[in-house]
């Protein structure tokens, strides 16, 4: 439960019929326009349990609701089958007022204090992050901050892959170039992929120093950690600036280097699915899962028998399961999907629990997908540049220089970067428009931002100290801004189900709309007490939901603009 309207509906409704109100509930549902009520319970699932028609069964439950709690609706009405609830506003507003001025708005005590462990970005350290692996890092930042503001005690955690080919390419490109600075391992390593196509017997040489690395060749391990180090901190350096922080940093590389690998793979073989194929490498079968039944089965080493990264990454698995944690939850890519069931089979083959895994889509190009290797990309700290270069020539056609927050261009950057991948569904690709990125019109958080900076300018000085009694609102708008902010705590129960931030988006865009009509209807501070003081109030509620809501995207609300 955490919709306060559907709660009174549901409780009265029980009463009534032979459903528990948890299954009420689950059926109500917001009526398409809002004249037509407050609230609908569909009848049409009754009809065979009550062998009555849907009709015949909303007009006894009508009957028998206005008989018996005529308190708590103003009307109901039944429209095909559908009963449709206007609620006593009075009453609702009480409850509001309550509700809001001991600011539980979001409530959902449940999560409280609970530990949530949660892997996230994870970019291989072999390049600038381009905005595709950023969206990895945007998600799992919100879903971090969802559960902190929930209240929960999260561990933030970043993998990182010091022992892949990639790196070994890397290691092998550079190694007679002491002095590599971060901003130029991207030329580097496009140019060695293709020096590679071009050079098959380099394949050779990379795989050489690997297989070394793996053998616990310190001097190979110190140029292994060397370009590592320097791509760890320049990747850190773009993702705190941007607002994305992690608590713990771990390195695949440990488990090779304390021969966990050989643990695993030795207990994977007493499962008896582990097995060598023809090319000399070790696999598992997982056929019995039925996720890939062409291609059951996941390589764990190489030919050589050096680790691949499924099996490291077994390993840290099972580290972060051993944490106890309420939730484990990792981020991977759309193209991860398999591998991220292919990780948790095997896990449980060795009697531990899997992660959550959160999957989103690719962040496309208009000329298609972005490469790294390829070196067809848009890097992220060069859209932050580009987006706080834009927002400060935006600032100075309408700002005062005297009156100017140096901060605010990147407020207004960074968010609107944010907002532009958050908006979009997980499930859904987001092909990159650097233009509709920078556009600070419309469905925007910098349209959300203003509103929250207008509403601070309104409240600026006024006392807010009302009484339950004095908290009276009669304009219709101001019931449809009590309904959606009595929905806050809706939005967030259906973002802590499917991770998609998309609903928290709209509901902020549709919510700041609502209150940009009701300013411009409804006049705030040139009224009357009785009218001014509860209309301040509710805009208060409206900023503060405002704040919560970007908070937990990852983007900043400054007080001005």
Same mark, same amino acid.
């Given at each position: 439960m955490n919709?306060?309207?559907?709660?009174?509906?549901?409780?009265?409704?029980?009463?009534?019929?032979?459903?528990?109100?948890?299954? =009420?509930?689950?059926?109500?549902?917001?009526?398409?326009?809002?004249?037509?009520?407050? +609230?609908?319970?569909?009848?049409?699932?009754?009809?065979? #349990?009550?062998?009555?028609?849907?009709?015949? =069964?909303?007009?006894?439950?009508?009957? &028998?609701?206005?008989?018996?709690?005529? &308190?708590?609706? @103003?009307?109901?009405?039944?429209?095909?089958?559908?009963?449709?609830?206007?609620?006593?506003?009075? &009453?609702?507003?009480?409850?509001?007022?309550? #509700?809001?001025?001991?600011?539980?708005?979001?409530?959902?005590? $449940?999560?409280?204090?609970?530990?949530?462990?949660?892997?996230?970005?994870? +970019?291989?350290?072999?390049?600038?992050?381009?905005?595709?692996?950023?969206? !990895?890092?945007? =998600?799992?930042?919100?879903?971090?901050?969802?559960?902190?503001?929930?209240?929960?005690?999260?561990?933030?955690?970043?993998?990182?892959?010091?022992?892949?080919?990639?790196?070994?390419?890397?290691?092998?490109?550079?190694?007679?170039?002491?002095?590599?600075?971060?901003?130029?391992?991207?030329?580097?390593?496009?140019? @060695? !992929?293709?020096?590679?196509?071009?050079?098959?017997?380099?394949?050779?040489?990379?795989?050489?120093?690997?297989?070394?690395?793996?053998?616990?060749?310190?001097?190979?391990? @110190?140029?292994?950690?060397? #370009?590592?180090? #320097?791509?760890?901190?320049? &990747?850190?350096?773009?993702?705190?600036?941007?607002?994305?922080?992690?608590?713990?940093?771990?390195?695949?590389?440990?488990? +090779?280097?304390?021969?966990?690998?050989? $643990? =695993?793979?030795?207990?994977?073989?007493?499962?008896?699915?582990?097995?060598?194929?023809n090319d000399g490498r070790l696999v598992l079968n997982l056929d019995e899962f039925n996720l890939n039944p062409e291609h059951p089965y996941m390589p764990l080493t190489r030919g050589d028998k050096t680790s691949l990264y499924p099996l490291r990454d077994i390993c840290y698995n099972i580290d972060k399961s051993k944490k106890d944690a309420y939730k484990n939850i990792v981020v991977l890519g759309e193209d991860q999907r398999l591998y991220g069931k292919q990780i948790n089979a095997a896990l449980s083959l060795l009697g531990y629990k899997g992660a959550d895994i959160i999957n989103y889509a690719f962040v496309l190009l208009p000329e298609g997908k972005m490469s790294t290797r390829a070196g067809q990309v848009v890097l992220l700290e060069d859209l932050m540049r580009d987006t706080v270069a834009y927002a400060k020539a935006a600032i100075s056609e309408h700002s005062n220089a005297g009156e100017r927050n140096d901060l605010l261009p990147k407020q207004l950057a960074y968010g609107a970067i944010k907002y532009s991948i958050l908006k979009c569904g997980n499930e859904k690709n987001v092909v990159f428009d650097r233009e509709n990125a920078l556009n600070f019109q419309g469905d925007t958080s910098v349209y959300i931002q203003y509103s929250f900076a207008r509403i601070q300018s309104l409240l600026n000085g006024e006392c807010l100290e009302i009484c339950a009694h004095d908290f009276n609102l009669s304009h219709p708008l101001e019931w449809e801004i009590v309904k959606k902010l009595l929905s806050f705590n809706q939005v967030l129960c259906s973002v802590v189900n499917d991770y998609n931030f998309s609903s928290l988006c709209t509901y902020l865009f549709e919510l700041c709309q609502s209150f940009s009509r009701w300013y411009k209807e409804c006049p705030i501070k040139n009224t009357e007490k009785k009218i001014k003081y509860p209309r301040l109030f509710l805009a208060s509620i409206i900023g503060n939901v405002i704040k919560d809501g970007l908070y937990i995207l990852g983007i900043e609300a400054p007080a001005k603009l």
């Open positions: 919709y306060l309207l559907f709660e009174i509906v549901s409780s009265k409704l029980a009463e009534v019929s032979e459903l528990s109100i948890s299954d =009420i509930y689950e059926k109500l549902e917001h009526p398409p326009d809002p004249e037509m009520g407050d +609230v609908a319970f569909p009848c049409f699932s009754l009809s065979r #349990i009550m062998k009555k028609a849907p009709q015949k =069964i909303a007009e006894d439950m009508r009957t &028998q609701l206005l008989t018996q709690s005529p &308190q708590s609706f @103003a009307n109901i009405t039944v429209t095909g089958g559908y009963l449709n609830f206007h609620l006593n506003k009075d &009453q609702v507003l009480k409850q509001f007022f309550t #509700i809001a001025k001991n600011g539980i708005l979001a409530n959902m005590t $449940d999560f409280n204090g609970k530990k949530i462990t949660i892997e996230h970005t994870s +970019v291989n350290p072999n390049a600038s992050p381009h905005i595709g692996r950023a969206r !990895n890092a945007m =998600i799992g930042d919100a879903v971090v901050r969802l559960y902190k503001f929930l209240g929960c005690k999260v561990d933030v955690h970043y993998l990182v892959n010091d022992i892949g080919k990639q790196i070994a390419l890397l290691t092998y490109c550079t190694k007679d170039k002491p002095n590599i600075s971060f901003s130029e391992l991207l030329s580097l390593y496009v140019a @060695a !992929n293709d020096e590679l196509k071009q050079n098959p017997d380099m394949e050779g040489k990379v795989f050489d120093l690997l297989n070394r690395m793996e053998s616990g060749d310190e001097k190979v391990f @110190a140029e292994f950690s060397r #370009i590592v180090e #320097i791509c760890v901190k320049g &990747q850190m350096k773009i993702f705190n600036e941007f607002g994305i922080f992690y608590d713990k940093y771990d390195y695949e590389s440990q488990y +090779v280097q304390t021969r966990k690998t050989d $643990d =695993i793979l030795s207990d994977l073989e007493k499962t008896g699915r582990l097995f060598e194929d």
